[in-house]
């Protein structure tokens, strides 16, 4: 994650409290000094082709992925695939490691953080996991694989959540999309593309005040910590 994001927002949502701790999927780079307590989790399944040339640009192998998006020829339909094994496999990372103030994902692990809160949501997710307080999800679209578009309507997703994205993102409709699923949410814009952005002053003042607004740190989440 960059500096500039979640890491100098949470010192907002953390000046009263303890650091907020968040779970954060693909795409993230963040400094030493980060005022969140930052879980990073890389999917178990390797890429099945070659990065994106800016992920090959900044990153070094080995590279991974959460769903290999299929599309049938015929139908225009989407299979993901790989997609359900994600999904078991961050829930049980969430069971046994959490719970977590915070989720958040960069495009498709933004994308998988919101199928597994609607799962949750609607009693279709098998594992006893925690919700989160909040959620941050960046250049994120709605799940196009049949067997989870259904769960994504308008204002399916109740938890509060912060959207990213950019004014020229190739995918912008596509994120667009995810608004609408969300009840309320903050939306934040930027200039570029596909990318985790560097927020300005007044955003990174917003992203804290949204992460403080949504409880980011509850007492029944840590009831060891200190309030």
Not at 111 to 135: H, R
Request: charged letters at 15%.
């Amino acid at each position: 994650m960059q500096a500039g994001t979640v890491s100098e927002a949470a010192s907002v949502a953390s000046a009263s409290a303890r650091k907020p701790r968040i779970l954060a999927l693909h795409g993230y780079r963040t400094s030493a000094q980060a005022r969140a307590d930052v879980v990073y989790l890389d999917s178990p399944t390797p890429a099945t082709g070659p990065p994106y040339p800016d992920v090959k640009q900044f990153f070094t192998p080995p590279f991974y992925e959460w769903w290999d998006a299929v599309e049938d020829p015929v139908t225009s339909t989407f299979e993901y695939r790989g997609c359900e094994s994600s999904i078991a496999f961050l829930a049980e990372h969430i069971r046994k490691n959490g719970p977590f103030d915070g989720w958040m994902g960069f495009s498709q692990g933004g994308s998988l953080l919101a199928t597994v809160l609607l799962l949750q949501q609607q009693g279709k997710l098998q594992q006893d996991i925690t919700p989160p307080a909040f959620c941050i999800l960046i250049a994120s679209s709605p799940n196009r694989d049949p067997r989870y578009t259904p769960l994504f309507q308008p204002g399916s997703i109740t938890t509060p959540c912060c959207l990213m994205m950019g004014d020229t993102d190739t995918q912008q409709a596509r994120v667009e999309g995810l608004v609408g699923c969300c009840s309320g949410p903050l939306v934040l814009r930027h200039a570029r593309g596909h990318l985790v952005p560097r927020l300005d002053d007044r955003q990174q003042e917003l992203l804290g005040q949204f992460m403080l607004g949504s409880h980011a740190v509850l007492p029944h989440l840590h009831p060891s910590a200190p309030s």
